[in-house]
């Protein structure tokens, strides 16, 4: 016999066990990551930048349209996202 706390608690541990882990990026990666960025700024050009989220794998297309380095943040088609939750950038083609 199975109590509701411990149905509970199981769904809770699968759940924590599918959470993503952040990945470590070096110096050239974001040099690379902000080169693409800065180029969607200036030129208008879409980007398609690969966000991390703990639970599914998110991805953002569009244009740069602000970049905020004191808050850590840019804008993508009106919208605000953290810098340190890029993990990946690329022109769109």
């Known amino acids: 016999m199975m109590l509701p706390e411990h149905k509970v608690r199981i769904?809770?541990?699968a759940e924590e066990q599918k959470k993503r882990v952040?990945?470590?990026l070096d110096e050239q990666e974001?040099?690379?990551i902000s080169r693409v960025?800065?180029?969607?700024l200036e030129?208008?050009?879409?980007i398609q930048l690969k966000m991390f989220h703990e639970i599914e794998e998110l991805e953002v297309n569009?244009?740069?349209d602000r970049v905020d380095q004191l808050q850590g943040r840019f804008m993508v088609d009106g919208e605000w996202f953290q810098i340190?939750?890029?993990e990946g950038a690329q022109i769109e083609h």
């Not at 960025?37 to 969607?40: E, F, L, R």
């Not at 030129?43 to 879409?46: Q, V």
């Open 37 to 40: 960025v800065a180029q969607s």
């Open 11 to 13: 769904n809770q541990l």
């Open 30 to 32: 974001w040099e690379d």
């Open 84 to 86: 340190r939750d890029i």
């Open 43 to 46: 030129r208008r050009e879409p």
């Open 22 to 24: 952040r990945i470590y």
């Open 62 to 64: 569009g244009i740069v």
